[in-house]
């Protein structure tokens, strides 16, 4: 186990939101004692809403079957399975066609964001679409984002993560961290993610970069940054 003190995130201290991010969820001990220490109170007391959006975006895990098990907590990630007071699903596609009275208030109230990987871009876009995007810095709750659910923090992905498309085109993405996540490291079924391919992506970015394997996250408190990992990670600084 580690719990590695790397800096302050500039970005991050801006707002109230608390942040866990990781590749795979909360996959160990580790990762979920920092989720708890988070949440100030166990899990059992926490109300959670869970946001599959991304995975629609991605080719391989939605929409279909990938999707239902993340939302009902029949996945391999934990996430929606950890024994919360309540789940909800907050759909941001569907959230502009609904009056935000209708969902303003769930957001404002919930613990926790349980936000599902898939395609970053494509969750950017209906994070801006939604209003969320907007809302997220005034919240007091953790985020939870597992892969490109995490990935979306940073200033941009990188060209290699690019797969939908944007109306406006690029890489940008949220902007309330000032790194960028390489996730899934030397996972046995993505061939690609090693560490010498983690270092070319990071070599094109203007951030720090971290790659972090399914047993790491990224924790961000009052824009402190520590990695929380029973895995490997490696920081790449420009």
């Given at each position: 186990m580690s719990h590695n003190y790397l800096g302050?995130?500039?970005?991050?201290?801006?707002?109230?939101?608390?942040?866990?991010?990781?590749?795979g969820g909360i996959i160990n001990s580790t990762i979920h004692n920092a989720l708890v220490d988070m949440l100030g109170k166990p899990i059992a007391d926490s109300n959670a809403l869970c946001i599959p959006t991304a995975m629609y975006g991605h080719p391989w895990v939605g929409p279909g079957v990938k999707a239902w098990q993340f939302i009902s907590g029949n996945s391999k990630n934990p996430m929606v399975d950890l024994g919360w007071k309540?789940?909800?699903?907050?759909?941001?596609?569907?959230?502009?066609?609904?009056d935000e009275d209708r969902w303003l208030p769930l957001?404002?109230?919930?613990?926790?964001?349980?936000?599902?990987?898939?395609?970053?871009?494509y969750l950017y876009h209906w994070m801006r679409q939604s209003g969320l995007a907007d809302l997220l810095p005034s919240l007091?709750?953790?985020?939870?984002?597992?892969?490109?659910?995490?990935?979306?923090?940073?200033?941009?992905?990188?060209?290699?993560?690019v797969g939908w498309r944007p109306p406006t085109g690029g890489d940008k993405i949220l902007d309330l961290v000032d790194f960028a996540m390489f996730p899934h490291l030397d996972h046995e079924m993505l061939p690609d993610n090693t560490l010498a391919n983690a270092e070319k992506w990071a070599a094109?970015?203007?951030?720090?970069?971290?790659?972090?394997?399914?047993?790491?996250?990224?924790?961000?408190?009052?824009?402190?940054?520590?990695?929380?990992?029973?895995?490997?990670w490696k920081l790449f600084t420009p």
């Open positions: 302050d995130s500039k970005t991050a201290e801006t707002f109230g939101m608390k942040l866990l991010l990781t590749s309540s789940v909800g699903v907050l759909e941001l596609t569907a959230l502009p066609s609904i957001v404002r109230e919930t613990d926790v964001l349980l936000v599902a990987g898939g395609d970053a871009l007091d709750a953790v985020y939870v984002g597992m892969s490109a659910g995490s990935m979306v923090m940073a200033p941009n992905i990188g060209e290699e993560f094109g970015i203007s951030v720090p970069g971290y790659a972090i394997d399914d047993q790491t996250a990224i924790k961000v408190t009052d824009g402190a940054v520590e990695v929380v990992s029973e895995g490997q």
